[in-house]
């Protein structure tokens, strides 16, 4: 949330309850508690709204804004057949001026044909009304999405490659066609977009694209994923392993420990972590 208060999700009883703590005093406070499983939330920056998606116990999706004490929802569509591959992206997240939230839910292949009901939505925070869905047809099943850090540009991903949608103009432009891309995440001046590739023997690994070059370029030729960027030159990413029995998502997974990596040394580092699997624990407050 701050340099000073992190949030997270308490879903050890049968309720889940989004809790914060404060990094300087060690209080913790329940800020919400509800019947269901919250699979991803989102503060604004400014503190004033707080966004979750909730799993019923039929397992039906909602999407909820709780602002100056009033709290409203939309009902999604289902999400039939439900799976934990490496193509399952839950992601709530604001626009850097609070404006937009953006809400991905997805599983590809089996999105709904409702649209603003959808698993991917833009929504105005001033009214919650819908801004933008991805167009028809070859967007039907967009995903894998985020926002640049200064700027209401959206960046996702569709059968074309990695479109753009700019907020200000609403027009939607293809930044590189053919790219797959999965987890990815600008850098803090928006020179650069961190993001995980498969390769052709289904292998990830974590490339950066130059904004200013139009290019990608490789990090690391092991195995690695999830990257978040620290600073505008460091990125920390999962190391993968071959899975020693069958696992989802490919024959790899991540073993649990971090490395960061070095822009301007083109060189990684092992970090002091042993047991990291997923984006969310790498949720850290940026440089």
């Known amino acids: 949330m701050t340099a000073q208060k992190i ?88 626009s850097p001026d609070d404006k937009y939230l953006l809400m991905v839910d997805t599983f590809v292949g089996n999105q709904g044909q409702a649209p603003e009901t959808g698993q991917f939505l833009v929504l105005r925070t001033a009214d919650n009304t819908v801004a933008f869905l991805p167009p028809s047809g070859t967007s039907a099943n967009a995903t894998m999405a985020t926002w640049a850090r200064h700027n209401n540009r959206l960046y996702y991903r569709d059968a074309v490659g990695v479109r753009t949608w700019d907020a200000e103009v609403h027009s939607v432009g293809t930044l590189a066609g053919g790219l797959h891309w999965y987890d990815p995440t600008p850098s803090p001046d928006d020179r650069w977009l961190a993001y995980t590739d498969i390769d052709s023997h289904f292998a990830p690994h974590v490339m950066l694209y130059d904004l200013r070059g139009n290019q990608s370029v490789p990090t690391s030729a092991a195995a690695r994923s ?41 060189s990684e580092t092992t970090l002091p972590f042993s047991d990291v699997h997923s984006l969310s624990q790498l949720s850290v407050f940026p440089g």
């Open 226 to 266: 999830h990257p978040i960027f620290i600073t505008g030159d460091t990125i920390w990413y999962l190391e993968e392993q071959a899975c020693s029995s069958e696992c989802l998502g490919g024959p790899s997974q991540p073993s649990g420990k971090v490395f960061a990596y070095s822009l301007s040394g083109k």
């Open 7 to 94: 949030a997270y999700v308490d879903a050890s009883g049968p309720s889940s309850r989004i809790m914060t703590f404060d990094l300087g005093t060690r209080a913790s406070a329940v800020d919400l508690t509800v019947s269901g499983f919250v699979p991803a939330f989102a503060y604004s920056h400014d503190g004033s709204m707080l966004a979750y998606l909730l799993h019923d116990a039929s397992n039906t999706p909602s999407l909820h804004v709780r602002r100056s004490g009033q709290e409203t929802n939309r009902g999604l569509n289902a999400i039939p057949g439900r799976g934990i591959g490496r193509d399952d992206e839950v992601r709530l997240e604001y």
